[in-house]
C-alpha cells in the first residue's frame, strides 16, 4: 500500500514535470537524454532473415574504442556482421567472446584513436519498481542507416528471477531480471538499452522468451548489475592475450578420445552442445550428457565447436583436462581423466 | 470487551483511512496540470471520428478538419465503403458521409461528413517539429469499441521520426511517417494521433506486429500532418491523386554519398541538368546522405509539385527546381485501386512488404460491383456524388471548377472579351511587341522578327515564338477557355493546388486539355485572380510559363499588363503592355499601337 501510494506521487510528479509551465525544458532535457542515448546504441545486421529469424538486433557501445556488448544469438553466426553507428557508419566486428549463462557477446570495431560515446558499464544504477525507464533498441529493424533506434517508454513492473522459456527451452539465465511494461519483447530489440530519465543504464534488453508459467511473451531486461563484472571480465580476459603454446603435443585430446561427439559444426560460431556420449567413456564417466553446453575447457573459455577442438589440440592426452558445463542454467565443474592416463595407472 | 474492541477497530480503521489518504492528495499544481491534459483530450475528442462501413461491416476512425466537415482517414478504411459511410462523433450522433478524394499510395482519405457547417475541427500541428521523446496522444476507435461514438484515448511517445515504411501490396507507403508506442490497434485505422497539446501531427494507419498478433506491441505509425497539408487540396478536388517520383534513381555509395545511378533522359531532373554520377546532396530542404533518405522525403510529395534539388558534380554545387512527375501512370492507378477495393477492410498492415494474395488472384471488378449498396445512397450523399472514371467523386471537381472560373470571370469583367486580340507595349529592352491573336491564328512581333502559330488540328508543334515554349499558344487556350466556358472547352478539371507562386506560394490550379496540349490555369486562392499560365506542349518537353501582375482596367474589364514569360529556366520576354483591344477593333491594321 505505501509503495503504492508512493508510486502515485511519483506519476504525479513526473506527469508535473512533464505537462507543467517549465514543461518546455523538462521535455527537451527529456529528448536530449533520448538523443544522447541514441548514439551509444548500435543496429546490429547479420544472419538470419528467414520467417521468425529476424537477420537484425540490437547493441551497445561499452568503451570509447568501440566494444559492444549484445545478445548471443544466431544473428552473430555469421563472418558478414555489420554494425552501424547512430551516425551511419557501419563496421565489421571482431567477436571477441560470449558469456553463456547471460547469453551475452562481446564485439570489437576497428576503431582505434576515436572517442565513441558509450555506456560505463563500472557506473552502477539500479531501478526500483515503479521507476520509469526508456528502451531504445532497434525493434523490427525499423532503423536503417543513420537512422536512430526507436525508443519506447514505460515503468518497472516487477524485479523478478527470470522463469523463462525458449521454444521448449528453459532458458539459462535465473536471476532477476528488471520486467517493464514497455514492448521491448520484439523482433531486433535484444540488445538494446533500458535507460532512466537520467540516461543512465539499467539493463540490457533480453532475447525473446516466453513466461514458463504463463506462456506469454516476456518484457524484461538483465539488470547491469548482473553481467558488468562477467563483461568486464571478458574485457579484461580479452586484453591480457593469451598466446598458444609454441609447440602442440606429441599426442592431441580429440572428442573421439574423450568419448563425447559434438553438435554438428554448420556455423561459424556453433555453440560447443554434446550431441552424444559414448558409454563408459572419460565423458560418461565424469558425467557428461548430451545437450550440455561446454563454457570453458582448460581455464579457457569456448564459445564454438572450432573454439574448443583448437583448445584440445594444445592438450596433451595423457592429462585430465577441466570443463565447465552448462546445464539448466547451472555451471558444472568436470575433470576428465582420458583412458591413456587411466591405463598408466 | 467486544464491543470497546470494535470500537477501536473501528477508530483505527479511521485513522488509517486518514494516514492513507493524506499523501494521495496531489499538490494543486498537478491537479492543474491533470485538468489541462483532461480538457486536450476532450477537445480533441470532439473532433475524432467513428466510421462506420454502411452496412456495419468493419470501419475505423477519422479526424474532422474544417467545421464543414471534411475529415482524413486511410485509404484503407473507406476502400471498401465505396462511396457512403456512417460517421460517429462523441455528440453521440451519427452522420451520413461522402468519399471526395483518395490517395492510394499513401494511405490517406477525405471524406465530408454532411448535415451541419459547425462541426468541431481539430487543429493542425507541425510533424516536422515532432521530435523523438515527445508526448503524444491517439484519439480513434480500435477494435470497434465504441457504441456512443467516444474514441478511445491511448496516451504515449514518439519512439522515431522520419520512418519509412515499404510499400505493403502493391500501393501503400509509408514516408516519413511518425512512430510511437501510444497503442495504434485495429479500428484505429484513419484516426488521429495529436501531440501533448492536442495539435494533430498524423493519421495513423499501420502497426509493426508480426508474430505478436493484429494487437499493438509498442510500434505504431502515423502519417505526418505535414504530407497530408500538401496533399488536402488535391484531396479536395475529387480525384484519385498519385504521389510524386523523381526521373531517376540513386544509390548510396560510401558513406553519405547518394548518386544518380539511372536517369530518364525524358524528365525534368535531366532537362534541369542533373546527370549519370552526380551527387544529391538536398531535397526539398532535407540534406540526403542515404537513398533511403531520399525515398524518405520524396514520399510525402503529390504528382506536379516542385521542390529545390541540389547536386553536386566535379566539386561544384548546382542548386535547380523540380518539377516531380507522378508515381503511377493515371489509368494505371485507376485499376490498381479498384483491385485494392476488393479487398475487405485491413486493419494496420506490418512490415515487411508481403506479396499480396488477395490482389494476386482477383480479376478486375467493375467499378459498379464495388458500390453494392449504390441504389439505396442516402439522399445527402447522393446529391453530392458523381461517378466519373479516375475520380473518387467528380462531383467536388465540378464544384471546385465552378467556383474557381465563375469568380475569376466575374470579378474582372471577362466575359466580352472575344476572339479577337491585339496587344501591343515594351520588352524589358524598351523596344516594342505586338502580339495578335484570333481564334485561328496568332502573330507576335519583337525587334528579332515575326512568328506566328495555327491553331487548328495538333497544337503541338505550334510553340511560337521560338524560345517562347508557345506563348501564342498558351495565349490562345485562355482565349478559348474565356470565350467558351470550361463546358465547351475541351477536357476540364480542378488538380489542386501546386508551390507555383514567385516564393513557393499555393495557387490553384486548373487544368485544361484541348488539341493534345495541356494548359495550367494557376489562380490566387484567396483572391482568385489568375496569376498564371503553364503550356505544357508533351510530357517531355518544358512548359511555356507566363506569370501576370500589373492587373488594370482595360476597356470595361480587368487584365494583367506586366506579363513575365519563361521557358526552361530562362526568361524569354517581359512584356509591359501598353493598349489592348479586344472584339471589334479592326485586326492587324497599321498603328493601332503608336
Known sequence: MVSKTRSTIFIALMSLIAVDGAYCTAESQLSDVIQKAQTKVVKIFGAGGLRQLEAHQTGILISPSGHVLTALSYVLDTDDLAVILDDGRSYHPEYLGSDPVRELALLKLPIEDESLPYFDLHEDSTAQVGDRILALSNLYGIATGDESVSVLQGTITAIAPLDARRGAFTTAYRDEVYVVDAYTNNPGAAGGALIDWQGRLLGLLGKEVKSRVTGTWLNYALPTAGFSTSVNDLLAGHNSSWEPPSQLPELSLTTEVLGMRLIPDVLPFTPPYIDAVRRDSPAELAGLRADDLIVFAAGRQVASCRDFLEALTYHDRREEIQLSILREGELVEVTLQTEDENAED | ?594
Not at chain 2, 478504411?77 to 452522420?95: E, H, I, S, T
Request: some cysteine.
Open chain 2, 1 to 594: 470487551m467486544i464491543r470497546s474492541y470494535i470500537t477501536f477497530c473501528f477508530l483505527s480503521l479511521a485513522w488509517q483511512a486518514t494516514a492513507k489518504a493524506a499523501p494521495t492528495i496531489p499538490a494543486p499544481e498537478v491537479i492543474a496540470i491533470e485538468r489541462e491534459r483532461v480538457e486536450v483530450i476532450k477537445r480533441a475528442s470532439t473532433a475524432s471520428v467513428a466510421i462506420f462501413e454502411p452496412s456495419g461491416q468493419g470501419g475505423g476512425s477519422g479526424v474532422i478538419i474544417s467545421p464543414d466537415g471534411f475529415a482524413l482517414t486511410n485509404f484503407h478504411v473507406v476502400a471498401p465503403c465505396g462511396v457512403a459511410m456512417k460517421c460517429g462523433l462523441n455528440d453521440g450522433r451519427l452522420y451520413d458521409a461522402v468519399i471526395v478524394g483518395v490517395d492510394p499510395v499513401g494511405d490517406v482519405a477525405l471524406i465530408q461528413l454532411l448535415g451541419r457547417d459547425d462541426f468541431p475541427v481539430a487543429e493542425l500541428g507541425d510533424s516536422d517539429l515532432v521530435k523523438v521523446g515527445d508526448w503524444a496522444f491517439t484519439a480513434g476507435n480500435p477494435f470497434m469499441l465504441a457504441d456512443d461514438f467516444h474514441p478511445s484515448i491511448s496516451y504515449g511517445m514518439i519512439s522515431g521520426v522520419h520512418r519509412y515504411q515499404y510499400p505493403a501490396g502493391t500501393l501503400l507507403e509509408y514516408a516519413d511517417c511518425l512512430q510511437t508506442d501510444a497503442a495504434i490497434n485495429p479500428g484505429n485505422s484513419g484516426g488521429a494521433l495529436f501531440d501533448a497539446e492536442g495539435r494533430l501531427i498524423g493519421i495513423n494507419g499501420r502497426g509493426s506486429f508480426e508474430k505478436r498478433g493484429r494487437v499493438n506491441v509498442g510500434v505504431g505509425y502515423a502519417i505526418s500532418i505535414n504530407q497530408i497539408k500538401r496533399f488536402v487540396s488535391h484531396l479536395k478536388s475529387g480525384r484519385i491523386v498519385d504521389h510524386a517520383s523523381l526521373g531517376f534513381t540513386v544509390s548510396t555509395e560510401d558513406l553519405g554519398r547518394v548518386v544518380v545511378d539511372d536517369i530518364l533522359d525524358t524528365g525534368d531532373a535531366y532537362r534541369r541538368g542533373l546527370r549519370y554520377g552526380d551527387q544529391i546532396t538536398s531535397f526539398a530542404g532535407r540534406e540526403i546522405h542515404t537513398a533511403n533518405a531520399l525515398k524518405t522525403a520524396l514520399g510525402t510529395y503529390p504528382r506536379d509539385w516542385t521542390v529545390p534539388l541540389r547536386f553536386r558534380r566535379e566539386g561544384k554545387n548546382y542548386s535547380v527546381q523540380l518539377r516531380l512527375p507522378g508515381l503511377h501512370d493515371p489509368a494505371q492507378l485507376v485499376d490498381l485501386i479498384q483491385q485494392q477495393a476488393v479487398v475487405p477492410s485491413a486493419p494496420p498492415e506490418g512490415s515487411p512488404p508481403q506479396p499480396d494474395k488477395e490482389q494476386k488472384d482477383s480479376q478486375l471488378p467493375n467499378i459498379n460491383a464495388l458500390i453494392p449498396d449504390k441504389p439505396e445512397l442516402p439522399l445527402a450523399v447522393k446529391s453530392r456524388y458523381e461517378e466519373v472514371r479516375g475520380y473518387a467523386n467528380y462531383w467536388y471537381n465540378h464544384q471546385q471548377q465552378q467556383k474557381i472560373w465563375q469568380r475569376y470571370v466575374g470579378k474582372n469583367a471577362l466575359e466580352q472579351l472575344g476572339t479577337h486580340w491585339q496587344i501591343a507595349g515594351t520588352l524589358s529592352s524598351a523596344n516594342r511587341f505586338e502580339i495578335r491573336l484570333s481564334s485561328k491564328q496568332g502573330k507576335m512581333r519583337m525587334p528579332t522578327g515575326q512568328s506566328g502559330a495555327i491553331f487548328a488540328g495538333e497544337l503541338d508543334s505550334q510553340l511560337s515564338p521560338p524560345g517562347s515554349g508557345g506563348l501564342l499558344l498558351a495565349m490562345h487556350l485562355w482565349q478559348r477557355m474565356l470565350d467558351k466556358g470550361l463546358q465547351q472547352f475541351g477536357e476540364v478539371y480542378y488538380l489542386g493546388q501546386l508551390p507555383a507562386g514567385p516564393d513557393g506560394e499555393l495557387l490553384d490550379c486548373l487544368v485544361g486539355i484541348y488539341g493534345g496540349v495541356e494548359i495550367r490555369l494557376l489562380f490566387l486562392p484567396d483572391d482568385g485572380e489568375l496569376v498564371g499560365l503553364e503550356l505544357y506542349p508533351a510530357d517531355d518537353a518544358d512548359p511555356c510559363e507566363i506569370r501576370f501582375a500589373g492587373f488594370t482596367e482595360i476597356s470595361g474589364a480587368r487584365l494583367p499588363t506586366l506579363w513575365q514569360v519563361r521557358h526552361g529556366e530562362k526568361t524569354f520576354a517581359e512584356l509591359q503592355i501598353e493598349t489592348w483591344q479586344n472584339d471589334g477593333d479592326p485586326l492587324f491594321e497599321q498603328g493601332a499601337t503608336n
